[in-house]
């Protein structure tokens, strides 16, 4: 009877072909779409100022700096002072004068966090001009400490070498679209879900398999099953889209980094939570549209809140203690764990045991009221 109730539940799952369509197509997008979007966001390797130098000082130091700005190709030197985003005034004395300051004109409508940006890659060559400076004045002087100084380099790539949990990979865009947009994609089977329901339930085939003693878990259990393997099926073309076709719109392909069976684990638990708050809704639920209604609600929700629509990491502080709340969330961070620190499972652990408990709970609520539903006749 159990092979005949998930032969039977497959058969309707696969028989909405517009709702599977959506669970695998419209996560794809999104990847696709988000990662190539916001490409620039997760790299500094496109960040480019546009600058006029008022060089008032004419040393050697300040054309040894402007030599060096010239050479960065993060700067882009202009001669028109109002084609300029920034302008750089170079004092007069300043290499005579070691606490005289540069002056720094924002000229166009910046962001604050690109002004930090420009300073902060501005200040290393500023830093390496007052070494030479120093270097030939020492010469003079003692030609082995000049060679030491001449010897020393500072730029951003020499002073930090950054890891995650011993790994070199550095986040990229496609490593945060995908898991944001496979979770979001994962929780969206509450349509078909809520259709089946609610269809079944206005033809009374649930009340009749009850009074078949066909009990109530394995009605829940035998609708689920299908979900879960759709789930996995559905991770595995997120995936994909990631290492093999992201990279052919010059996006930064998907990097797995951790353990295979850490992201199945996480995938499984994923599946699990999102069939127990669907069942839940479409129990809940009076009518289909209803159920799509809710269930669409609390989806957005749920992905505003946990994290896809918006990085946590950009988030300020509050609104990421807000996102612990969201089981979109934990699946997230267990996907991040996996994709940038070379997580195992025991380092997901605690996501997994968290989104299986979530599921597990709304499943039982679902069964409850359902049972209720049947025995009050609907």
């Known amino acids: 009877m159990f092979k005949a109730m998930i032969k039977k539940e497959f058969l309707l799952v696969f028989r909405d072909k517009h709702a599977l369509l959506a669970l695998f197509v419209m996560p794809a997008i999104f990847i696709l779409i988000m990662s190539v979007a916001m490409r620039d966001q997760f790299t500094n390797d496109s960040i480019e100022f546009t600058l006029y130098v008022s060089d008032a000082d004419t040393s050697k130091m300040s054309k040894d700096f402007l030599q060096k700005i010239d050479s960065d190709k993060k700067f882009h030197l202009v001669h028109d002072r109002d084609a300029a985003e920034f302008i750089v005034t170079i004092p007069k004395d300043y290499e005579k004068q070691p606490n005289s300051k540069l002056s720094i004109d924002v000229r ?4 604050s966090d690109q ?8 200040f290393e ?3 390496n001009a007052k070494l030479d400076n120093m270097v030939r004045n020492v010469e003079e002087i003692s030609p082995q400490i000049s060679k030491i100084l001449g010897e020393l380099e500072i730029s951003v790539d020499t002073m930090y070498e950054v890891s995650y949990n011993n790994s070199i990979h550095i986040p990229n865009s496609t490593q945060q679209s995908v898991p944001a947009w496979i979770v979001f994609g994962m929780f969206f089977i509450i349509i078909p879900m809520s259709t089946i ?6 033809q009374n085939t649930l009340a009749r398999l009850n009074s078949m003693n066909v009990s109530i878990l394995a009605m829940s259990i035998s609708k ?13 073309i997120m995936l994909g889209v990631g290492i093999y076709l ?18 199945g ?10 069939i127990g708050i669907s069942s839940l809704i479409a129990v809940s639920a009076k009518s289909s549209e209803q159920a799509t209604t809710i269930g669409g609600i609390l989806n957005i929700l749920l992905g505003a809140i946990g994290g896809v629509m918006v990085p946590k990491f950009i988030m300020p502080p509050a609104m990421q203690k807000l996102t612990e709340v969201s089981p979109m969330s934990w699946g997230i961070d267990a996907f991040l764990d996996v994709f940038l620190k070379s997580a195992n499972f025991s380092m997901v652990l605690n996501n997994v045991l968290m989104l299986i408990t979530f599921g597990v709970i709304s499943l039982m609520l679902s069964m409850l009221i359902l049972q209720i539903s049947i025995k009050k006749g609907f």
């Open 265 to 274: 684990a996480i995938s499984v638990a994923l599946s699990i939570a999102a």
């Open 108 to 111: 166009d409508s910046i962001k």
């Open 125 to 127: 060559h500023v830093l």
């Open 224 to 236: 689920g099953i299908p979900y879960l393997v759709i789930n996995q099926f559905q991770v595995l």
């Open 115 to 122: 002004i930090e940006a420009f300073k902060a890659i501005l």
């Open 246 to 263: 992201v990279p052919l719109f010059d996006t930064p392909a998907l990097v797995v980094n951790g353990s295979f069976f850490a992201l």
């Open 197 to 202: 329901y609610v269809n079944e339930r206005k």
